[in-house]
């Protein structure tokens, strides 16, 4: 990231802070703030900062005091139902959830129309390169794009769009929600036999409404260049918001140059859906990395996983059910998992789970004792999918075991090496099994038919891991993700 403009988040964030945690008042501006379930109060006196208030403020949000740069601050409404922008010449403030469109309501069997006979809102955020959204600490305050909805953010390396608390720092862990997309993708709890009778009204995670439908290339905007931090919200065990979450999002969504960083629950999660994911960067998540389940048919292409040491889960936890009409089966290539925690597996299938791992790495962080597993394929769903729905090609690991029992060692039949990747200052694997290792996704497809690898999405590479050893700086993840974090 550009360090004038990383200065001047830090600080920006550290003024709202402050301010918000200041009493008294200094003008008579009310602000709507609204809790986990909905239900919304009036704070007078800007909220309780003591400064003037913003002057530019659109219409369509609340006003709030400067912060100490002199930037505005304005208050997003719990509900944006037609096309706004969000600009970089002012801080965007989350008080609680924020939701775009209508379309997390019960959907009836028409198109477009939810069971009450309420048309479907079509909206779109537009969030201009370098912006802030910043959310109240210590709450459940979210983003939530709806079905029908779209979110259109697209960044820079020097101007990332930038999701955190209003604290001081981008380095907190469950802080605020998350970012929350819903789509009219497939998900398997919605059997595709039913598509024109029944509607599909998946019940979301994070209390977020439903989701779902029958259009697996369902398109909910664009996200490029964006970093999310600090968040992960509890409502009930397994019930969470993780730091970008996808529901049923379809594969004409676009999504690259991502981070999430520190988030008390899972970095990313995909509900079923379709939609595919380049540049993706997961630093210091406490729960799962990359976690998937119920149907994802999606690709994943350059994903850098750096685990922290206080975290609980796993590099990849994957899943199918809901139910089996259709298996979870994604392709990620040009992987790098760097595994730490508390956690004695690095990947984990599970619930009748495929997926295809592609030159990737698997290592642990130095220091760590407690990994001493790569893979556990858990169970007989699992276990009934490897050699078609579950595979690995060209994957080098070093963990003390390749599998956790026996039951996991013919996924290790072909293109596994029990291997050091040697990882350079720039997380690129330097041992000879790491280069020359073509990825070949015709070939692939060719051997095992089940895979939706896409081979339009997937760039040509002859080496292993998320990053090019033959590579020159700037490297892909540089320049935009937050100073420190890797």
Avoid at 426 to 453: E, M, Q, R
């Amino acid at each position: 990231m550009n360090v004038g403009k990383y200065m001047l988040a830090t600080a920006t964030l550290a003024g709202l802070a402050g301010l918000y945690g200041c009493s008294g008042g200094g003008d008579d501006t009310s602000i709507e703030v609204c809790n986990v379930e909905g239900s919304c109060t009036t704070e007078g006196g800007g909220g309780g900062g003591t400064g003037p208030i913003s002057l530019s403020c659109p219409s369509w949000s609340s006003a709030r005091p400067v912060d100490p740069m002199g930037n505005d601050v304005c208050q997003l409404p719990s509900e944006i139902l037609e096309d706004r922008t969000l600009t970089s010449d002012i801080i965007w403030y989350l008080a609680g959830r924020v939701t775009v469109g209508n379309g997390n309501r019960e959907m009836s069997t028409t198109a477009g129309t939810l069971e009450n006979g309420t048309p479907v809102v079509n909206a779109t955020l537009t969030i201009n390169p370098g912006t802030q959204i910043v959310a109240r600490k210590g709450t459940f305050a979210n983003l939530l794009i709806t079905r029908g909805s779209k979110i259109e953010a697209v960044g820079s390396v020097a101007e990332p769009i930038i999701f955190s608390s209003d604290d001081e720092g981008l380095d907190g862990t469950g802080e605020w929600g998350g970012l929350i997309i819903h789509g009219y993708g497939l998900h398997n709890e919605c059997l595709t036999a039913n598509q024109g009778t029944t509607a599909c009204n998946v019940d979301a995670e994070g209390e977020s409404g439903f989701a779902g439908g029958y259009t697996a290339d369902d398109d909910s905007g664009t996200l490029s260049y964006v970093v999310i931090t600090e968040g992960g919200f509890e409502f009930s065990p397994g019930n969470e918001i993780n730091g970008l979450s996808l529901v049923a999002v379809g594969s004409a969504t676009a999504i690259d140059h991502i981070q999430v960083n520190s988030n008390s629950d899972d970095g990313v999660e995909f509900y079923g859906g379709a939609v595919n994911v380049k540049y993706l960067v997961l630093t210091g998540n406490l729960d799962d990395s990359v976690d998937w389940d119920e149907g994802f048919q999606g690709n994943l292409q350059y994903v850098l996983v750096i685990q922290d040491g206080a975290t609980e889960g796993n590099a990849i936890e994957a899943d199918t059910e809901g139910t089996l009409d259709f298996y979870s089966i994604p392709v990620v290539a040009n992987a790098t998992f760097i595994g730490d925690g508390v956690n004695d597996e690095l990947w984990v299938f599970k619930a009748s789970s495929g997926g295809y791992l592609l030159n990737t790495i698997g290592t642990v962080a130095s220091g760590n004792t407690t990994i001493v597993n790569c893979v556990n394929v858990d169970g007989i769903g699992a276990e009934g999918n490897i050699g078609d729905r579950l595979a690995l090609r060209n994957v080098i690991y070093n963990c003390t075991n390749f599998g956790t029992d026996v039951g996991d060692d013919p996924l290790a039949a072909v293109g596994v090496t029990a291997v050091d990747p040697q990882l350079d200052v720039n997380y690129a694997a330097t041992d000879v099994a790491a280069t020359n290792a073509p990825l070949d996704i015709a070939g692939f497809k060719a051997a095992y038919p089940s895979s939706v690898a896409d081979e339009a999405f997937f760039d040509a590479t002859d080496y292993v891991g998320a990053v090019d050893p033959n590579g020159a700086a700037p490297f892909w993840y540089e320049g935009w993700t937050i100073e420190g974090s890797l």
